[in-house]
């Protein structure tokens, strides 16, 4: 733990691609990050900090995790007292790698996983509370609810973030919809034909969304260790790049860890069972954007060659 | 649709290997068999008989349903007018194969498969009654409860089967080891020190029940017709029939469709989420077992060949 001086309070600031969460905006406690590529997360008086706090330090330091699983978690860099967002003085906060530091124009989405957020021990208030907006959202028909989300369009459209309200009344229809538009290149607002033309190089690929959702499954059909309750996936890609084929690689990171409780020896049935929702609806994209490619390609006046990434040539 | 002969009425007689649901004992309503090998099971006036009828129905017809998948579903005959166990007068019965009835002394766990029991659909105050059963039970906290069950012991010690009360209050410490217990040959009641010597041949090998559960896993990894809602999956196997070392084929049997509902084009992550642990939970059985075995043969003083299942010769 350390305190920072003056002058670095001068270089934090409010991320500029934060999709869900409290945003350190209107004068609101909110996570910071500076240039060096670190997310300052502040510790919430409620006990939930210091809960997510011990879980980085257990995880951090816990053998049983292997090392292909934990590029899937931000790196933590502890804990420092900073000038809070709201004004309210020196505040613990968590200091955390800046995922989205790396990507330049990044298409993001919040994903919560699980088809319940509470966790048995919670109290009853809080278990109702939960149950409510985990019924009033997708989360208990699907096993998962999109928190948060910006696609980028591109110089002249820019960023399409729905706000609170809207994300919070998505339907299993709009899930289904977004995951298309994500990666489409024709995806600007009210645009139902969505191409899906990144799919194959975003969901598809042997480094591909699709292939890092599995190795995370593989690992959830056997990890007794944690309970990931009401913890997001994060979904993360420069369309721009993609666009330019230069190699930018589509990542996801586990994020929020303030209910995560012992596992005890029993698998996190419920994170498991709404990642393999999760996986079947990135399939279904992946697999109906080959084979439209496929069609394009016999029906187009020139011959064809569709390649393995399903795109035509 | 038929009605019964008088005649064959006095064939009916209560299920002497029921483990969980509505006995037909003391005037109560209950299913009955006979001696064809046939199941009949009345038709609840609440709708949720016709539920499961038109469940029956849906499935027997559906081609989308693979033929390796049907061999974890009773068979059913339609439905029937017979007199009903409570001496209520006429009532249609589902006709259902008798599962149990090609099994001698059959040991059999009834595991109701699922972190929550009720559906999206349900009013409030069923879904309030299933939450509160929920959490009292290892529904949530394993995604399974065990729902019923009999061991058979031998000839001497007969059927351990515990009573309802019991059977509900099971925790998960209970739950481990009485899946060590029903694949062992010292199970009487009390012994902590399961042998677990029948794990090999019973929950191993290629036509064990972890293959099974792992194919039935495969189609609920992909399957979106059904979300099947407090369904419980019937292990059994014959005790006798492995210790004298003939061919007896460990079953397992999805039963109880009150609950089903469409999938709409979204997996059955509850189900999913509920199997794994399951088979998480056998797995580790079977993998103690032969760890024990090879033990066993390495510790004794006569030098012991360890097979593929595990046991010493």
Same mark, same amino acid.
């Given at each position: ?181 994500? !990666? #489409?290149?024709? &995806?600007?607002?009210?645009? @139902?034909?969505?191409?899906?033309? $990144? +799919?194959?190089?975003?969901? =598809? ?36 790049? !993609? #666009?330019?084929? &230069?190699?930018?690689?589509? @990542?996801?990171?586990?994020?929020? $860890? +303030?209910?995560?409780?012992? =596992? ?50």
């Amino acid at each position: 733990m350390s305190i920072a001086h003056s002058s670095f309070y001068n270089m934090l600031k409010v991320p500029e691609h934060q999709v869900a969460g409290h945003l350190a905006i209107d004068g609101k406690l909110g996570p910071l990050v500076d240039d060096s590529g670190r997310f300052y997360k502040p510790l919430q008086g409620d006990g939930r900090g210091n809960k997510e706090l011990a879980f980085y330090e257990s995880f951090s330091s816990d053998t049983r995790v292997p090392d292909h699983i934990r590029k899937y978690f931000p790196v933590c860099y502890g804990s420092q007292l900073l000038e809070a967002s709201n004004g309210s003085g020196l505040l613990h906060h968590l200091v955390l790698q800046d995922i989205v530091s790396s990507h330049r124009n990044p298409s993001i989405m919040d994903v919560k996983i699980g088809s319940r957020t509470w966790y048995p021990e919670a109290s009853d208030n809080y278990i109702q509370k939960c149950l409510e907006k985990d019924r009033r959202t997708t989360t208990v028909s699907l096993g998962f609810r999109i928190a948060g989300l910006q696609l980028y369009g591109g110089k002249e459209s820019g960023y399409w973030r729905p706000g609170r309200k809207e994300v919070q009344s998505f339907t299993v229809y709009n899930v289904r919809s977004i995951l298309r538009r994500f !990666v #489409s290149s024709n &995806s600007s607002i009210g645009n @139902e034909n969505s191409d899906c033309s $990144f +799919a194959p190089s975003i969901y =598809g690929g042997s480094a591909g969304i699709l292939e890092q959702l599995l190795e995370l499954k593989a690992w959830f059909e056997d990890q007794t260790i944690y309970h990931f309750h009401s913890c997001s996936l994060l979904i993360l890609f420069d369309k721009e790049s !993609v #666009s330019k084929g &230069s190699a930018s690689v589509p @990542e996801i990171k586990l994020i929020d $860890f +303030a209910h995560v409780v012992e =596992g005890k020896g029993v698998i996190d049935h419920n994170f498991l069972g709404g990642l393999c929702s999760l996986i079947k609806f990135v399939s279904e994209v992946l697999s109906d954007s080959k084979e439209s490619s496929i069609k394009d390609c016999v029906e187009s006046e020139k011959p064809g060659i569709c390649t393995d990434n399903g795109n035509c040539q």
